[in-house]
């Protein structure tokens, strides 16, 4: 395998967390909006969407580009 067709799938298996992280994401601003139209508490905080960093390996360094 070339450096381009390597640096292209982990590209691709970046950008698959990245949508994973979203679609939850999403999933955890719709469950709030509703408990807040509820007038009750939100379930999830900052806290919560912080993790999904970690929980999908999105940070900055694991951007396949990042690599020397």
């Known amino acids: 395998m070339t450096y381009e067709e ?8 970046f950008r698959m967390n990245m949508l994973q992280a979203e679609i939850e994401m999403q999933g ?10 509820k ?3 939100i379930f999830y905080n900052e806290k919560s969407f912080k993790s ?3 929980k999908y390996d999105i940070h900055h360094n694991k951007f396949p ?4």
């Not at 955890?28 to 139209?37: R, S, Y």
């Not at 580009?65 to 020397?68: E, P, S």
């Open 6 to 13: 390597q640096n292209q799938q982990e590209l691709t298996y």
């Open 28 to 37: 955890m601003v719709a469950e709030n909006k509703i408990q807040e139209q």
């Open 39 to 41: 007038g009750e508490p």
């Open 52 to 54: 999904l960093i970690e």
């Open 65 to 68: 580009f990042a690599k020397g």
